[in-house]
């Protein structure tokens, strides 16, 4: 129930995801910190599909239009994409839902202590390398 799948049934390898009460861009970058998972976040060139599965309003978009504008690019929609790929095994997807798990453990509160987020991108980083 904390993590919400884009994806209704499997049809490939690459899953669009959430976990509830964490910035996709935040949960991007402890995946690959501290447990050396590569994903991505963002709206990955398919913005308006973005905006429609997270329900940003018209005005909400607009709003979001004028801060890109200006340069900010904190609020634009993001999901989480992990892709496996042939090479990956069993004990590779074990690994990514153990590490999906335990950034729930920890709680938003645990990891917003030890990152910093960037107030005009929304990008995240270890508060050891800011």
């Avoid at 994806?7 to 910035?23: K, L, Y």
């Avoid at 929609?77 to 090479?87: E, L, T």
């Avoid at 999906?100 to 390398?129: C, R």
């Amino acid at each position: 129930p904390d993590v919400k799948l884009y994806v209704t049934e499997p049809r490939g390898s690459v899953i669009p995801f959430d976990v509830i009460s964490f910035p996709a861009k935040l949960v991007s970058e402890i995946l690959a910190q501290e447990y050396g998972i590569g994903t991505r976040a963002g709206s990955f060139c398919t913005y308006e599909l973005i905006r429609k599965i997270k329900r940003i309003s018209l005005e909400e978009d607009a709003r979001i239009a004028e801060e890109v504008d200006r340069g900010i690019t904190a609020n634009i929609p993001s999901v989480v994409r992990a892709s496996f790929s042939i090479y990956n095994r069993p004990k590779d997807v074990k690994r990514f839902v153990n590490a999906i798990n335990q950034i729930l453990v920890h709680g938003f509160q645990h990891y917003s202590e030890n990152y910093t987020m960037y107030a005009q991108t929304g990008d995240w980083s270890p508060k050891s390398l800011s």
